[in-house]
């Protein structure tokens, strides 16, 4: 993780002033549309992240939606398609970036990408006139909310057992962009 970031750093890449697609050692990444032939790999990560994965059919209505953002990381090289990475679905609703989805690969985890997904939503909702972004989180997924919070999320609300499998609560988390 970028422990060295600062909030005006964030917003400063928001921005689009210092945006770049690489983990922290180095490796370079491309941000792309997600498209139908994506959806394999997108469901394979999908299913090895969450206990109640998406379905093909969530994933595909995304994908015919106006006002819905699918992108997918892929490893930069040259005309070589690398596999997918990792992905994120957003809505761009009035004024709000709406985090729907978001998850990395396993073998991936922990090298920046979810963090670069996060930024890329960010700077396309800024450019077409968001001004917060939200999402919802598990409570338990420490993983995933110490991300958020370092990119300036804070929790706004409560779900109460929102996650039906398991009871658990969710947490409404905004960001001022």
Known sequence: MRDHQ????????????????EDDIGEQFRVEPMRPVDLAQVLAI?????KSPWSKAS?????????????????KGGDHIGPVLGYICFWLV?????????AVHPEYRRRSIGWQLLLHAFQLGHAAGAQFAVL??????????????????????????????????????????
């Open 94 to 102: 009035a004024d709000e970036l709406q985090i729907t989805n978001l």
């Open 136 to 177: 919802e989180v598990g409570r338990s997924n420490k993983a995933a909310r110490a991300l958020y919070e370092k990119l300036g999320f804070v929790a706004v609300h409560k779900r109460p057992r929102y996650y039906s499998e398991s009871g658990e609560d969710g947490l409404v988390m905004e960001l001022n962009l």
């Open 6 to 21: 600062t909030a005006e750093d964030i917003h400063a890449a928001i921005h689009g002033l210092d945006f770049r697609l």
């Open 46 to 50: 999908e299913r090895a992240s969450f």
């Open 59 to 75: 994933f595909e209505a995304e994908l015919g939606k106006s006002y819905g953002g699918l992108r997918v990381v892929r490893t």
